[in-house]
């Protein structure tokens, strides 16, 4: 499809825990425009007829789904799939990107969970959860999720013990007003270990050692009142 | 089982009180006179803090002055949830743990871990890494412990009281040098090209410190998740072979590594148990994984008619999920679970004037289970 491309003002939202919209957490843009969300956003930014009307995936698992549009919709819903096949995405887009007819996308989370691998089976993966929805700091539950479930967020080779990674479950709300179940796993790419935090690991590390091995097993314990130490 | 109000022990009276959410294990230990030990620590799933701590407040103890030693049996994450916060609350206790955890190639692996706190998930070299911090900051060591060393000895002669001591009986001299060479496989693989990440959870328990506590007459055996290898110089077999064993035997045992058969060693209970002792163990679940197994339990009846498990041996599921998820997790073929069954605890008090084998009152809570009516 030759269709004109019209300019659209973007904000790019600093996420916070709190933050109902799409970035809540998730902070990786390309995940996004692999999701469902990018994938409606997108076609914000390519349609050229503002009175179509778009509608967000069915499906529970958005992320992985390739978008379906409305049955008098085909154009757009090829142009859709075109976009999530070939996963070309023209300009930088927020997620919270805002089309001057149209509210932004937003999206609601029921609950939201940091996950961290502990392991990694033939055709599933289980994992610990911590619900930052209700601000625990340990995990609260434990979930076993079939790799079919992730083939499209993460390199399935990838997946190891210790991984980290925040799935979050709620109500997309689209511009037109529709409400959409959805549901979204993006593995965190920490930064890299440095040279420097590393060295400077091995220096803490030796100078605690070294104070440790100073006569600990000598060291008089506090004072015990009435007591004596044999 | 019926869960009584808890009160405080008895002047005389010997405490010992195991609590087991299922991932985790904590002990806390009276010896008499207001004198009180803490073995390993873990998060009652409750109240949201450890459960030594959240215990000691119930029953209107001073941590700060009561407590006079902590020990960390080991790092792993379910006996070290919340250990830096009791240390930093017991400020007359002296702290113990083995030796290899304040050796630099451990503390090297714990400050790689801790040394940039991206993710809301904390792995136990973190707790280590705050405790040991801790005692710094108060210019304390730790009792380093190792096989046959005692941790701490008290002499009540003078108050008339009853003396008492706590012995530790592993790591052996060989665990602690196999683990002092295979630590540094925990740093991450490819350093410096390879993403952050948590620790993954550990598959041994090769630096796990099984403690004998003697209280005048009344003797206990902690077992930690000290394994057996079948090796000489290692786990149980090591400890049974020590050339000074204890003396005596213990009418209370804490089931050695969640009563799985890696944990278990027929010497155990034909040399440092009477008969039928009483047994309590931590039920644990991890990934789908529980412990202790069914023929774990059939094998622990068989040893002991007094065998009790602080809590149900398997998480139940998850309740009153919103709507959204649980069709989320219907459609996916997702399944979950609580990661641990609630706090539960086995509470065993008995006279020291007691003598010979020591009766043991018990009192548990609702959690609590016995696993002759598991």
Redesign the interface.
């Known amino acids: 499809m030759n269709r004109p491309q019209r300019a659209i003002e973007y904000s790019i939202d600093e996420a916070t825990p709190n933050d109902t919209s799409i970035d809540v957490s998730f902070g990786d843009l390309k995940a996004f425009m692999n999701s469902a969300v990018g994938r409606v956003a997108q076609l914000e930014v390519n349609r050229f007829d503002p009175a179509k009307n778009i509608q967000a995936p069915a ?3 958005g992320a992985a789904s390739i978008m379906s549009a409305p049955s008098e919709d085909n154009d757009i819903g090829e142009e859709l799939e075109a976009v999530a096949r070939n996963k070309q995405f023209f300009v930088p887009i927020s997620m919270n990107a805002k089309s001057p007819k149209s509210r932004p996308t937003t999206f609601s989370p ?2 939201e969970w ?1 996950g ?1 691998i ?2 990694v089976d033939r055709d599933h993966m ?1 994992a ?3 619900d ?1 929805t209700a601000r625990e ?10 790799f079919k ?1 992730l083939e499209t967020v993460v390199d399935i080779k990838r997946l ?5 990674f925040r799935w979050a ?3 997309l709300r689209m511009p037109g007003g529709t409400k959409k ?1 959805y ?1 979204n796993i993006v593995f ?8 420097r ?2 060295a ?3 220096k ?3 100078e ?2 070294k ?7 000598e ?1 008089e ?4 009142s ?5 | 089982m019926n869960q009584n109000p808890l009160q405080c022990p008895a002047s005389d009276e010997i405490e010992i009180t195991v609590f087991g959410p299922g ?1 985790g294990e904590s002990i806390v230990i009276h010896a008499g006179n207001n ?1 009180w030990v803490v073995v390993d620590s873990c ?1 009652d ?1 409750r109240v949201g803090r450890p459960a030594a701590l959240a215990y000691l407040a119930e029953i209107n103890v001073d941590p700060s002055t009561a407590v ?1 030693l902590v020990v960390a049996t080991h790092w792993h994450d379910d006996h070290i ?1 919340g250990m830096s916060e009791l240390v930093s609350e017991c ?4 702290f113990a743990c083995s030796v290899a955890l ?3 190639e451990f ?2 692996v ?3 871990y801790t ?2 706190p ?5 792995a136990g070299p973190t707790e280590i890494s705050q405790t ?1 911090a801790t005692l ?1 900051a108060r210019r ?5 412990a190792i096989a046959d ?1 005692p941790l ?5 002669a ?2 008339g009281g009853l003396d008492w001591e706590v012995t530790a009986l592993s790591p052996s001299d060989g665990e602690v040098q196999r683990f002092l060479a295979s630590i540094a496989s925990l740093l ?1 693989p490819g ?11 550990p598959e041994q328990n090769d630096l796990s410190v099984a403690t004998w506590i003697k209280i005048g007459e009344i003797q206990i055996l902690l077992g930690a998740d000290l394994e057996e290898h079948g090796v000489a110089d290692r786990g149980w077999t090591a400890v049974l072979a020590s050339s000074t064993p204890p003396s005596g035997q213990a009418s209370l045992f804490k089931i050695a590594h969640h009563g799985s058969a890696n944990g278990h060693h027929d010497g155990i209970w034909s040399n440092m148990l009477i008969k039928s002792p009483m047994a309590v163990l931590t039920p644990w ?4 994984h529980d412990l202790p197994l069914p023929d774990d339990v059939q094998r622990i009846r068989n040893l002991t008619p007094n065998a009790y498990s602080t809590s149900r041996l398997k ?1 139940p599921a ?1 309740q009153a ?5 649980t ?2 997790l219907r ?9 641990e069954p609630p706090t539960g605890y086995i509470r065993l008090r008995t006279r020291a004037s007691s003598q010979g084998p020591s009766v043991w009152n018990l009192t548990a809570s609702d959690d609590a289970i016995r696993l002759s009516s598991s």
């Open positions: 499906s529970a698992n029921e609950k940091e961290y502990v392991t289980i610990n959860l911590i930052l700091s340990r995990p609260s539950s434990t979930v076993e999720i079939p479930e190891r013990p210790g991984m980290i479950v709620g109500y179940r549901s965190r790419d920490l930064p890299q270990w440095t040279k935090e590393l400077e690991a091995k803490q590390a030796a605690m050692a104070y440790f091995a100073g006569a600990g097993d060291s314990p506090p004072s015990v009435g007591l004596r130490r044999d | 991932f004198e998060i799933s006079k949830g400020t007359s206790a002296r304040t050796r630099s503390l090297e714990a400050r790689v040394s940039r991206l993710i809301v998930a904390s040991l710094r304390q060591r730790p009792t380093r060393r701490i000895r008290m002499s009540r003078v108050t991450p350093i410096p090209a390879t993403t952050k990440s948590r620790l993954p959870n679940t991890l990934g789908g998480a998850l999920l919103p709507q959204a998820v069709k989320t459609e996916g073929n997702i399944k979950i679970r609580q990661s």
